[in-house]
Every structure is written in C-alpha cells, then in structure tokens.
C-alpha cells in the first residue's frame, strides 16, 4: 500500500525553466507535508512545508501549491538552475498524532545548462 | 550533518552476521527514526523511537531491531544480515518546529 504517491521519477529541465513535482496522497488524516531536497551522497534536507490549512507556500524560487479536496500537493521550482539538480521527496505524516513520515519514492532532476 | 552524526559511515559485512548501526544526536530530541534507501522505493520506515525505551516498528521492520537506553543514542541492528539488507540506512531526528534532520547516512553491503 504506496500511501504517497510522487511523479514523475525523473525530470529534465533546462536552466531558467519551471520544474513541476506531484504527489498524491490517501490518507486524509495526514496534516503535514513537506519537501526534501537530496544531493548524491548526503542525507535528506527539508526544503520546503506545508500544512492544509493553506493553499500555498512559497519560499523563494521553490512553491508548494496544495489541493485537499484532491488530495495532491505539488512543488515548484521556478527560475530552475544546475545546482537544483538533486533527487526530490514528498513526504506526509499526521503531526498530532505522531506518525513518522511518509514518503514518495522520488524524483531525480536534471536542470540542463 | 550538525547535531546528528551516524556510524560506520561505509561497512561491508557477510551474510549471517549481526551488525549495529549507530546513531548519536546533540539536539535532545524526543524523536528519533531509522529509513532505508533503495533505488526505486525511497525512503521506508524502519523503525522509530517516541523516549528512551519507547519505539515502535515501522513499514521495513522484519530482520531489524533497535534500542535507546540514552535521549542521544538510537542504535539499529542486523540480527543476521542478509543481501536483501544491502542498503543506504539514514537516522533522522525531528523537532516539531523544523520537521527533520536527517544524518549522512550508513552505506551498508552484505556479502
């Protein structure tokens, strides 16, 4: 049972473009869903959060836009560069409860120069 | 990463054999959580730890088991490791406010 599902698995941009990550989730007991940006052979660092309260979130060049009523969340990454280039992981969990993250399988992105 | 460091950061182990992997965090976290990452499958739950002496299984537990006698120390072991067990492992803590913060990670390879 994939409770996160995230898409597409891997991505080619070119530099200055808009890349565009989904994810779609089950439970709708989940409160908090955040993006994890991954470089090859370090940990997970949290890039950006959301909770469902708001419709979207938007922290510099990367947005977080949120649907509940769809169950799917989506970040993008405007303006995207080389250096974003990096594997990208949706996550949820329900906070008030204390369940761990949840995540997608990920997204391997190429920001082409 | 600053306030949680994993080790061995690379270990190669043959099959049959326990192996425990180590966690230490600086931040006095309640919450503290053991992933594996595979190709194709992400990030899966291994097991997690709500206090000392408190954890709980998670998604991947089969073959794992975990202890944490110390707020700091969150400890994962191969009773018997087997190929399938060949992975990236990753310790995470978490702080209501900052979501998580994951180690560098523990390259592990069962021969």
């Known amino acids: ?113 | 990463d600053a306030g949680i460091t994993q080790s061995p950061r690379h270990k190669v182990t043959e099959t049959g054999t326990p192996v425990t992997l180590r966690c230490h965090q600086t931040e006095n976290h309640r919450y503290m959580y053991w992933y594996r990452q595979d190709p194709g499958h992400g990030l899966r739950l291994i097991h997690y730890s709500y206090g000392v002496k408190d954890t709980d299984k998670g998604e991947v537990s089969d073959g794992y088991s975990v202890s944490r006698s110390k707020t700091e120390d969150f400890l994962l072991t191969l009773e018997s490791a087997t190929s399938s067990q060949t992975s990236v492992y990753f310790c995470a803590i978490s702080d209501p406010n900052y979501g998580y913060t994951f180690g560098s990670g523990t390259r592990l390879t069962v021969v």
């Open chain 1, 1 to 113: 049972q994939q409770q996160v599902k995230q898409s597409p698995q891997s991505l080619i941009v070119q530099k200055g473009g808009i890349s565009i990550i989904n994810c779609a989730y089950e439970n709708t007991a989940f409160d908090y869903f955040p993006w994890y940006q991954q470089f090859p052979g370090k940990g997970p660092a949290l890039l950006i959060a959301i909770r469902p309260d708001v419709s979207e979130k938007k922290e510099g060049r990367f947005t977080i836009s949120f649907n509940k009523s769809a169950k799917q969340f989506s970040l993008h990454i405007m303006d995207s560069q080389p250096g974003d280039s990096a594997t990208y992981f949706c996550a949820a969990s329900h906070v008030r409860k204390g369940t761990a993250l949840i995540f997608g399988k990920g997204t391997t992105l190429s920001v082409s120069s």
